[in-house]
């Protein structure tokens, strides 16, 4: 059995159909279960953050870097940093915004230092990029073409029932069962 929790933040609705949709891929895999934490509540829940076997971190991209509302929860956890409380759990992360880059890139480096200082393991996409030949299309998983972790990108006149599109959310279900079954090989 292993445990993924997703802690994240969004203004709109956009990144949280991310976090669902990493949740969906967590829920899954097999013997893995998996909830999904607003970043505001995240401090108050902290029992279950110290039990999880992996955290996927998921935020906006604000002014070219993660959102204050998450950074929040980031300053927040520099009690549990100074203990390494979470050392040696899998982190993986995710990001959207408005732009087709928007420096979402910047965000998701953001989530693996945050990671890193904690002593956790990074877990990349682990995808090729997609939409990135004549033959490709916008409807590829990994159709922004990341590396760290998944994008999402959010058209900013469209709400979160259509925006990010389908391949951005299978994007993050891929992330999340990915997280899943690295958890189940990690967990005691
Ligand atoms: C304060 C603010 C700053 C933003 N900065 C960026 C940015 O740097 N790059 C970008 O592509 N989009 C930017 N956007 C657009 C958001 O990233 C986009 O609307 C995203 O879908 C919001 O997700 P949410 O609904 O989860 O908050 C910004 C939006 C706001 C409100």
Same mark, same amino acid.
């Given at each position: 059995m292993a445990r993924v929790v997703i802690v994240y933040h969004s203004g709109r609705g956009h990144t949280e159909a991310l976090a669902k949709a990493a949740l969906e891929g967590a829920e899954s895999v097999p013997g893995v279960t998996a909830a999904c934490i607003p970043a505001a509540e995240a401090m108050k829940r902290i029992a279950e953050l110290d039990a999880a076997d992996a955290m996927i971190f998921g935020c906006p991209t604000y002014m070219g870097s993660g959102s204050s509302e998450f950074k929040k929860f980031m300053e927040a956890t520099s009690r549990l940093w100074s203990e390494l409380r979470w050392k040696d759990k899998l982190a993986a992360g995710f990001t959207n915004s408005g732009? /087709?880059?928007? !420096?979402?890139l910047v965000t998701l480096i953001q989530l693996a230092v945050f990671a890193a200082q904690h002593g956790m393991l990074w877990v990349s996409l682990g995808l090729l990029p997609g939409n990135? #030949?004549?033959? #490709?299309?916008?409807? !590829?998983?990994n159709r922004l073409g990341s590396f760290l972790g998944a994008m999402g990108q959010s058209n900013? !006149? /469209?709400?979160?029932d259509v925006a990010p599109p389908p391949a951005d959310r299978a994007t993050a279900r891929h992330l999340g069962a990915r997280v899943a079954a690295l958890a189940l090989r990690f967990a005691r």
């Open positions: 732009s /087709q880059s928007g !420096d979402k990135n #030949a004549s033959t #490709a299309s916008i409807e !590829d998983l900013v !006149d /469209q709400g979160s």
